[in-house]
């Protein structure tokens, strides 16, 4: 069975600093990932997928997230983060074989402090 | 393009009631989702409907029913509101060529 872990439910960080956001996934087949972040009181919007290819991916807001196959993680990286990061960060997955279904990890809040 | 949209936006509920949440997309999906949010837990799938004519159960389906109305619309249903339905419902769509979902901004749910 897949599955998604998010190691960290918050993780507080000072303006200007950099940040990791950590998603680890179970799953015996090949598998597409997501990030979404979520501001407060909306919905959920792409931050960036990797399909294939170069296991570093780059997306939106200067965030950027890296595939590791051997050890099943794709964590979220920002070299300086802004107040206006502050959301809830959400880690995804897509099986192969599978694609009507997407796995979501319990998610990250980042709250970014001035 | 409006993408996904949901209505209605917030919602009150007395325990036994009923009531039915849309959703609509107009970027020609053929698969939609119904997903509740509650804190901590992430989102859980309720529903899903892979393709119009066909709906199939996810993680929580207790409590709740779905219509694939068309390729536009996918409706969910509460029959009988009970407290612990009170979460924030998102619809999502998506296709196999375009990888990822397409949220709705949320339908705010209180059963008192």
């Known amino acids: 069975a897949q599955s998604v872990t998010q190691l960290d439910s918050q993780v507080p960080v000072f303006e200007e600093a950099p940040v990791e956001l950590r998603c680890n996934y179970s799953?015996?087949?090949?598998?597409?990932l997501f990030w979404y972040v979520q501001y407060p009181n909306q919905g959920l919007q792409l931050l960036l997928k990797?399909?294939?290819?170069?296991?570093l991916v780059k997306g939106i807001n200067g965030f950027e997230a890296e595939f590791n196959k051997s050890q099943t993680s794709f964590h979220l990286r920002k070299p300086s983060v802004h107040i206006s990061d502050t959301a809830e960060y959400f880690c995804?997955?897509?099986?192969?074989?599978?694609?009507?279904?997407?796995?979501f990890g319990s998610g990250t809040k980042l709250n970014v402090k001035p | 393009n409006a993408g996904v949209t949901q209505t209605p936006k917030f919602q009150v509920l007395k325990t036994g009631q009923s009531m039915t949440l849309q959703c609509a997309q107009d970027?020609?999906?053929?698969?939609m989702y119904w997903y509740r949010q509650d804190p901590g837990m992430g989102l859980r799938l309720i529903y899903y409907?892979?393709?119009?004519?066909?709906?199939d159960k996810g993680e929580v389906p207790n409590g709740y029913n779905v219509s694939r109305l068309n390729k536009r619309e996918f409706s969910l249903r509460l029959e009988s509101a009970a407290p612990s339905q009170t979460s924030v419902y998102f619809c999502?769509?998506?296709?196999?060529?375009?990888?990822?979902?397409?949220f709705g901004p949320g339908t705010r749910l209180t059963v008192t």
């Open positions: 999502a769509s998506s296709e196999i060529q375009v990888y990822e979902q397409y």
């Open positions: 799953s015996s087949v090949s598998v597409y």
């Open positions: 990797y399909l294939s290819g170069s296991t």
């Open positions: 995804a997955v897509r099986v192969f074989g599978n694609f009507n279904k997407f796995y």
């Open positions: 970027m020609n999906h053929n698969s």
């Open positions: 409907s892979a393709s119009e004519g066909t709906t």
